[in-house]
């Protein structure tokens, strides 16, 4: 799987957009772009993923560069509930195992 | 919904001694898996499992046993603690479909000390 290289921390006025980029120049074409975040030490939450197409969800987007070689995380508005690690892993969706390699991640702090 | 289940949520164990950190899921989700998480750090997969008896070691399997007798529960098993394995622990499952592997679903940890 390949490898991906996060800014180790970053701010965020609370109701502006959160943006995590996530570098991950090594990446295989049929490999998937993953973002889970741990609030609090608490066990890690799924996000949003994607292959080559940008992707929405209720909880964010996700815009994937045309050369896949990195990827932006958007917490449209975010909240001081939005405080946490945020994890960008690559992956062959289609893995026998599923296994998820995970980095140090950005630690995102939503001020007021 | 219970989801992923952990007991117990916090253990404090002696050095040399064993224990059973307990993982059941009511999802009947095929795969399921062990991490660690040291302080400050990522997590790191300890072990995981692909189906009822079929288990294979991660990336820090060194101290640590698996089974997996039912699709439901998959217990890790610390047989002589040691001060390095202070940690906090999680487990959690996911299930293939339509040729991926869906994301993942984590319970809430142990936090486990060893002194």
């Known amino acids: 799987d390949a490898k991906t290289t996060q800014p180790p921390s970053m701010d965020c006025a609370e109701g502006r957009a959160a943006n995590l980029p996530c570098n991950h120049s090594t990446i295989s074409g049929n490999e998937y772009v993953y973002w889970y975040r741990q609030i609090h030490s608490q066990g890690p939450q799924y996000i949003i993923h994607g292959l080559k197409n940008n992707e929405t969800n209720e909880m964010a987007s996700l815009i994937i560069t045309e050369d896949r070689k990195s990827s932006t995380l958007i917490l449209p508005h975010a909240t001081l509930r939005d405080t946490a690690v945020y994890y960008c892993?690559?992956?062959?969706?289609?893995?026998?195992?599923?296994?998820?390699?995970f980095g140090q991640g950005t630690t995102l702090q939503v001020k007021p | 919904n219970a989801g992923v289940t952990q007991t117990p949520k916090f253990r404090i164990l002696k050095i040399g001694q064993s224990m059973t950190l307990q993982c059941a899921q009511d999802?009947?989700?095929?795969?399921m898996y062990w991490y660690r998480q040291d302080p400050g750090m990522g997590l790191k997969l300890i072990y995981y499992?692909?189906?009822?008896?079929?288990?294979d070691k991660g990336e820090v399997p060194n101290g640590y046993n698996v089974s997996r007798s039912t699709t439901e529960d998959f217990p890790l098993r610390l047989e002589l603690a040691a001060p390095s394995q202070t940690s906090v622990y999680f487990c959690a499952s996911s299930y293939p479909s339509g040729g991926e592997v869906k994301p993942q679903h984590f319970g809430d940890g142990t936090r486990l000390s060893i002194l």
């Open positions: 892993i690559v992956r062959v969706a289609t893995s026998n195992t599923g296994k998820l390699i």
């Open positions: 999802m009947n989700h095929n795969y």
């Open positions: 499992s692909v189906g009822a008896g079929i288990t």
